[in-house]
């Protein structure tokens, strides 16, 4: 919205505006944690956000948990295979996360051919 209007009309298109913006730098936060998470492997960057109150500061938390939880079963398969690795045979995975059992099938997802 035009942002030279004053009085209540000014303030209504200051806030839009505001929201606007802060849903556009976290849609490019999403994007970038998306990049480096998903696509270069950097398993331990986690997003960040400008506005880390209200919805915003959510929305942050539930990626970030999101990504926890992905990964964790990756993690734990990482870590039994490379005790095995060492000799260590008394490694097991755990099979419960925080206390709940661990329930999902984990398969990789079937490439596009358009890629």
């Known amino acids: 919205m035009a942002g030279d209007q004053v009085g209540l009309a000014g303030k209504v298109a200051d806030t839009f505006n505001e929201i606007v913006d802060s849903n556009e730098k976290l849609a490019l936060e999403l994007e970038r944690a998306g990049q480096i998470v998903g696509k270069d492997g950097r398993t331990r960057h986690r997003m960040r956000s400008e506005k880390r109150s209200g919805a915003w500061g959510a929305m942050e938390s539930s990626v970030n948990t999101l990504i926890d939880d992905l990964l964790w079963p990756t993690t734990e398969v990482t870590r039994t295979i490379t005790a095995v690795a060492k000799g260590d045979l008394s ?7 925080d206390g709940r059992p661990l329930k999902a099938n984990f398969y990789a997802p079937r490439r596009s051919s358009t890629r």
């Open 91 to 97: 490694q097991a995975m755990r099979l419960e996360v």
